[in-house]
């Protein structure tokens, strides 16, 4: 040992002091925050490039790219993403989120009239006799007796309560018969403008109010403003297990603006993105919320304003030009006189203000189109982005060809064709039975297309399933021509959503210098079978580089 050279000793006290020194002190690597890697990482960029790994730092992206990075760059958090898929966060376009009171049942998963009367049994015990109770969420289509619920049937189960249940999608409602009395509605009511109260083949209302269920609604009682903000943030919070990270909400008052800004003022709260969509009845208090919060903020600010041209199809009441099956002349109805349909288009444009409209069926499709390039051609404004939500019923080639020349574009929901399923088959029929919900056409075209939910159901695998089966919840395939691919569908909700809020410079895709909003799959997306998308589960969910939930 005497004889050693000193080269020698010199080297084992280098390695000795190397070993020695702490784990985070790598002075040839870059500090981040967030590492993950060994991972499939679908960038949904122009060529939808495929990384291993990314890098995090302050809630946007710093790089993307191979195993490599792991020499570059050092992190206080790495997560091995085991394989898995990364892609960026679910942006909802259009969605409905909102606080609900003590009063409220959900109904989104029941499978039976019996089910939704014990339900109401639980919740008249719970309030008391003479309470309203309200509810959302039911489809005849999903309940074992194949009808809807009626009158009788929230009798039986609440005799005492005023009751109001609106179906899924929200264009129709069923009521109690003590809900009509204080109402004031008989059999020889007439019906509402633009609204259906229905009656059966005695001429005895039987519950069901389409389209203006309000003329009943607006006799419930107001919510408290405690329990209207707790519910809301336990309902947007909800969002992150389903992988959304943005919505835009659509149909806001502006007085609901403040419940929004406080919920996400709160320390430590863990939300999605979002996006409030006003309609027009109070410019006064839309222009002092704009003065207010200018531009908003990356998670809370002012989307477009909402537009309603017609009804929906759960009633049915979209305008379509031609009637519906088996309903003798009955074409449904616009939301407004034409003539002042067009006027508050064009009121709003003149405005300055983007507009998403919703427009379901062809008729009105074809008229809010119209009226849009009529308004752009004497009003001319650079990158609108206007659009029309749904877009349900597919209009005329020449419609479509307008939109894309005018930028008209369009946030479609591929779910409503598997949630909808028995209503497009109860009310349309041939050509236009098999083209509902068109997505290819409309892209074929040369126009815009992002996909969102509508709620109907709000789970964004639903939508991707639809948008690439084209089938029902039956397994019936519907026009299997409007079909996309897989890469299509996941673009329409992330970077397609990202460029209706005016925001694919900063999100909708993993690349440098966007935020880190981002979910992990229990499944590749890309090559699993399109039969098995909807068991596809999120594993993890990141805003802003920050986990916010794992399953």
């Not at 159901?457 to 089966?469: E, K, M, N, S």
């Not at 395939?477 to 299509?488: H, K, M, Q, S």
Request: include cysteine; charged fraction near 25%; aromatic fraction near 6%.
């Amino acid at each position: 040992m005497k004889n050693l050279s000193s080269t020698f000793v010199i080297s084992i006290l280098g390695l000795l002091l190397a070993a020695c020194q702490p784990a985070d002190e790598s002075p040839n690597k870059i500090a981040a925050d967030l590492i993950l890697n060994n991972g499939k990482i679908v960038s949904v960029d122009e060529t939808f490039s495929i990384f291993d790994t990314i890098v995090v730092t302050d809630g946007r992206i710093v790089e993307l790219g191979d195993a490599s990075l792991l020499d570059k760059y050092e992190a206080a958090t790495m997560r091995d993403l085991g394989g898995k898929t990364l892609i960026p966060g679910f942006i909802d376009s259009h969605t409905h989120i909102r606080g609900r009171p003590e009063r409220y049942i959900e109904l989104g998963e029941v499978s039976s009239i019996a089910e939704m009367q014990d339900l109401i049994r639980a919740k008249a015990a719970e309030l008391g006799d003479g309470e309203w109770i309200t509810g959302y969420g039911w489809s005849e289509d999903e309940l074992a007796e194949g009808r809807r619920p009626l009158r009788g049937d929230l009798d039986i189960a609440a005799p005492n309560n005023p009751i109001t249940l609106t179906r899924a999608g929200g264009h129709s409602a069923v009521v109690s018969t003590s809900a009509l009395g204080l109402a004031e509605i008989n059999n020889n009511t007439p019906d509402p403008e633009g609204g259906v109260i229905e009656r059966d083949e005695n001429g005895v209302a039987n519950g069901i109010i389409r389209e203006r269920q309000g003329i009943v609604g607006r006799l419930v009682p107001d919510s408290t403003y405690e329990e209207l903000l707790a519910s809301l943030e336990i309902n947007l919070g909800d969002l992150l297990s389903k992988g959304i990270t943005s919505i835009t909400d659509a149909s806001k008052r502006p007085d609901e603006y403040a419940m929004f800004e406080e919920l996400y003022a709160k320390p430590g709260v863990k939300l999605p993105r979002s996006a409030i969509q006003f309609q027009w009845f109070d410019p006064e208090g839309i222009a002092e919320v704009k003065a207010r919060v200018g531009d908003g903020n990356e998670f809370l600010k002012i989307g477009p304003i909402k537009v309603f041209a017609d009804g929906g199809f759960t009633g049915p009441a979209a305008f379509t030009k031609e009637p519906y099956l088996n309903q003798g002349d009955y074409r449904g109805y616009l939301n407004m006189p034409a003539e002042e349909l067009v006027s508050h288009i064009n009121e709003i444009h003149d405005a300055g203000w983007q507009m998403g409209i919703h427009a379901i069926g062809d008729a009105a499709i074809e008229l809010v189109v119209d009226t849009l390039v009529d308004a752009l051609t004497r009003n001319p404004r650079e990158d609108h982005r206007t659009y029309l939500n749904h877009f349900s019923m597919r209009p005329s080639d020449a419609t479509m060809e307008k939109m894309a020349e005018h930028g008209i574009h369009i946030t479609q929901q591929p779910n409503f064709t598997y949630t909808l399923e028995g209503r497009y088959v109860a009310n349309l029929d041939g050509w236009r039975l098999e083209h509902n919900n068109p997505v290819r056409s409309p892209m074929d075209h040369g126009i815009h297309v992002a996909i969102s939910s509508d709620i109907l159901p709000i789970g964004p695998l639903v939508g991707i399933y639809a948008a690439v089966t084209r089938k029902g919840m039956s397994g019936r395939v519907f026009g299997a021509d409007e079909a996309i691919t897989i890469e299509e569908a996941i673009a329409g909700y992330t970077i397609k959503g990202a460029y209706l809020g005016f925001e694919e410079d900063i999100k909708g895709s993993l690349e440098p210098g966007k935020l880190a909003d981002m979910i992990v799959l229990s499944r590749d997306i890309l090559t699993v079978d399109p039969e098995e998308i909807m068991d596809i589960e999120i594993e993890q969910t990141y805003v802003g580089g920050e986990l916010v939930y794992q399953n």
